[in-house]
């Protein structure tokens, strides 16, 4: 069935220093790609997206790459801060439908 | 910024009863979707709404639950003799009519049963 598999579970980084978030999907029709920020007890927030027909996208200090034929995708954050600790959720849009299938989370922890 | 709201925020029920959780979606779109986060794990499609129907759903949506639009305005997940299990965070969430855009999520019911 339709999967996303997320990793690192947990990231400790420095502040100033960046951090990278992997993902890959099942779904080679997958065509929509969001990443959520989920502090605790809130609701998931998009803080980028990604769409098929784009390898890269980039906004500030967030980026996100894109490889469909390895099925991958990738969230990078530059210069993190402290207040960048939370959960990051990436999710993929399954081809034919409109729910989102959710990674299982990293909690990042940035320390100051 | 328009955005989704459900109540109540927290609900806390016993065993074998029967609960409704409520969501307004953003006045212009179209899907409508729940979603649950058990504490601690990742967050999980239960079903998405579209014209009236269901669209799609997941193994965890069974008869146990169901969903309405009663009015023009509010979507609803019925959840019908509940059990210790389905303690979660229960999210609503709504996008526009393209497959390639966001799904904006309301603020969540905690839903405990005790």
């Known amino acids: 069935g339709e999967n996303v598999e997320q990793h690192p579970s947990t990231l400790s980084v420095q502040e100033g220093d960046s951090a990278v978030i992997k993902c890959t999907y099942s779904?080679?029709?997958?065509?929509?790609f969001p990443w959520y920020k989920q502090e605790l007890g809130k609701r998931p927030q998009l803080i980028i997206d990604?769409?098929?027909?784009?390898g890269e996208k980039k906004d500030q200090r967030i980026a996100v790459t894109l490889n469909k034929t390895a099925k991958h995708f990738s969230l990078h954050i530059t210069e993190t801060q402290p207040e960048d600790s939370a959960v990051y959720f990436c999710?993929?849009?399954?081809?034919?439908?409109?729910?989102?299938?959710f990674g299982a989370g990293t909690r990042l922890f940035v320390k100051a | 910024e328009p955005e989704v709201t459900q109540t109540p925020s927290h609900q806390v029920t016993q065993m074998g009863q029967e609960v409704i959780l409520r969501c307004v979606p953003i006045?212009?779109?179209?899907?409508f979707y729940w979603y649950r986060q058990i504490l601690g794990q990742k967050v999980e499609f239960l079903v998405s709404?579209?014209?009236?129907?269901?669209?799609?759903k997941s193994e965890i949506f069974d008869d146990q639950f169901s969903v309405e639009r009663p009015d023009g305005s509010n979507f609803t997940l019925k959840i019908r003799s509940t059990k210790l299990e389905d303690s979660a965070m229960y999210f609503c969430?709504?996008?526009?009519?393209?497959?390639?855009?966001?799904?904006?999520f309301g603020q969540g019911t905690r839903l405990t049963v005790v």
């Open positions: 779904d080679s029709a997958s065509n929509y």
């Open positions: 709404f579209y014209n009236n129907e269901i669209s799609e």
């Open positions: 999710a993929a849009r399954p081809g034919g439908g409109f729910k989102t299938i």
């Open positions: 006045s212009n779109h179209l899907y």
């Open positions: 990604i769409r098929s027909n784009v």
């Open positions: 969430a709504s996008s526009e009519l393209r497959r390639e855009t966001e799904a904006f």
